[in-house]
């Protein structure tokens, strides 16, 4: 065997799928089989594995739940679920929540189990040869930093601010256009914005555009922990520090130094935390909870909240010196409703998304699945429209799918909101030319579902030609 071959560990209880996915595997990588989580916990402590091929069903415990477990503890491990059951709502949960990169069904197809495990370990390798290439940047000589700079270029594009699907003319091209613009400055960026509106994407983008690329980007939800578990989860602590700390805990803080560490929630945080972060970010070090030392890091900080955090300084909910310290720059994300036009892209793409994760064929939206979303107001905003178009994709049978996979809310909503004739919300930001084409978007997509998508009716009220019309619905993402 190779020694450059990369690590599978296979978790399953049933000992004949255990050695048919090693028979198919064991040509093209190094394979480690589990029975069940105990065991796969030991080997993931033991060994460096890429890819992690969990069943669904095992004693005790969902694979999702495991997998979730796996993301937290192992992050760099790629993970995938095998599983019967096609419509699991544990599963496209565990899509969304535990990063499952793709989903198996069962019975599975040799060449596909295959060529799904080395699409993961490619897109694993993608990520460490970026750090790599950042060493060899910093260390070549001129020739071969100039070589490495572009391949460096090439890997970075993955995760640059074109991740973050929009239609042309959408709000969100100034959004980006000021992160990117920041993103190589060491300044700390407030990320305001709606649950859900795509604010830690921003924040990786900013992350992997920056000169901190090739360091971690660790991310916290300080709203999901009580404060004193926030406190050692971000500064860590010492064994026996307070009950149950059983042995020494490395703190975020320490986990991001070199590179970013994206504060999800900042304004929830109680008064007594935010005075010891303030510290942590004034003396560039933190003191794990219970040692008498300190330890110096270099950390960009990135925060967010849904809130208005100004005014929560102003009713003195937050401190007015840390607001400060986190909000050199402040970039707002629209929410979903101030931005329908994005709607068609960022819909197809999780349809394209989801469909490969769950092994289905490519699937297209029909004019009324994507007329139904666009009149929708999405309060949950793109996580609440990547969850629909999940249940969407697992139950459509056909490649085509149609307004009646979404759930009642969603059709209901778009009735709703159809007969009230949409008043429309005018962009509150951006240039004049940003704003009137984002206004047209509204007023094309308001005509275009009041007409059923009828692209001759629609051109006839607009007095557009069909072609003209087209045009225009392409440019503004209304049509694939
Ligand atoms: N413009 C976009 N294009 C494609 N996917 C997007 C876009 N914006 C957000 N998403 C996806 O929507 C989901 C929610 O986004 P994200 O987690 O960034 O939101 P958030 O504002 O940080 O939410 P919360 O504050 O609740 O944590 C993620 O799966 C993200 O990848």
New binding site residues.
């Given amino acids: 065997m190779p020694a450059t071959m990369s690590t599978v560990l296979v978790v399953d209880d049933e000992v004949r799928s255990q050695d048919a996915m090693r028979r198919t595997l064991d040509e093209d990588f190094s394979v480690l089989t589990a029975s069940g989580a105990d065991e796969a916990r030991t080997l993931l402590e033991q060994n460096e594995i890429s890819v992690i091929l969990c069943d669904q069903r095992m004693p005790g415990l969902t694979g999702v739940a495991f997998l979730k477990e796996v993301r937290d503890r192992w992050p760099d491990t790629v993970r995938i679920v095998i599983s019967g059951y096609t419509d699991s709502e544990d599963i496209i949960a565990g899509i ?1 929540d535990a990063g499952i990169y793709q989903y198996i069904l069962k019975p599975w197809m040799p060449d596909h189990l295959l060529d799904t495990v080395r699409n993961a370990v490619e897109a694993r390798t993608l990520q460490s040869e970026m750090n790599r290439l950042d060493l060899e940047l910093r260390t070549s000589t001129p020739v071969l930093r100039r070589r490495t700079a572009s391949k460096m270029e090439r890997a970075r594009s993955v995760f640059d601010f074109d ?4 239609a042309p003319g959408s709000p ?1 091209d100034a959004v980006c256009e000021l992160a990117a613009r920041i993103a190589r400055y060491d300044l700390s960026v407030l990320v305001l ?10 924040a990786r983008a900013v992350h992997y555009a920056s000169p901190r690329a090739a360091g971690p980007f660790v991310v916290e ?1 300080c709203a999901a922990i009580p404060d004193t578990l926030l406190e050692s989860e971000l500064f860590g602590h010492k064994r026996g520090s307070f009950t149950g700390a059983f042995e020494d805990h490395i703190g975020l803080f320490q986990r991001a130094h070199g590179g970013t560490l994206f504060l ?2 900042i304004g929830e945080t109680s008064a007594a935390f935010q005075l010891r972060l303030l510290r942590v970010l004034q003396e560039g070090e933190v003191r794990p909870v219970g040692s008498p030392r300190t330890v110096p890091v270099d950390v960009r900080v990135i925060a ?1 909240t ?1 809130r208005d955090l100004e005014r929560r300084v102003l009713e003195g909910h937050f401190r007015e010196d840390l607001y400060y310290r986190i909000a050199c720059v402040t970039v707002n ?1 629209p929410p979903l409703r101030e931005r329908s036009g ?1 709607i068609g892209p ?1 819909a197809r ?2 349809v394209s998304e989801i469909g490969t994760a769950l092994g289905r064929p490519a699937a297209t939206l029909s004019d009324e699945a994507l007329a139904c979303l666009m009149a929708y107001p999405w309060p949950g ?3 609440e ?2 969850n629909e178009i999940s249940r969407a994709v697992a139950l459509s049978r056909d490649e085509r799918i149609d307004a009646t996979a979404f759930s009642s809310r969603v059709l209901q909503g778009q009735m709703g909101r159809t007969a009230a004739a949409q008043s429309l919300a005018l962009p509150a930001n951006g240039t004049l030319v940003e704003r009137l084409a984002a206004i047209e978007a509204m007023i094309l997509r308001e005509t275009m579902v009041r007409n059923r998508w009828n692209k001759s009716k629609a051109a006839k009220e607009l007095g557009l030609s069909r072609v003209g019309l087209r045009g225009k619905m392409v440019r503004f993402g209304l049509e694939g």
Avoid at 163 to 166: A, K, M, P
Avoid at 193 to 202: C, I, N, P, Q, V
Wanted: charged share 40%.
């Fill in positions: 969304n991740r973050i699907e929009r969100l914005g709606e649950s859900g509106s795509g604010k830690e994407l921003l939800n999800d929630e967010a849904h994300v994005d960022i793409r999780l905003n793109i996580r429209l990547r």
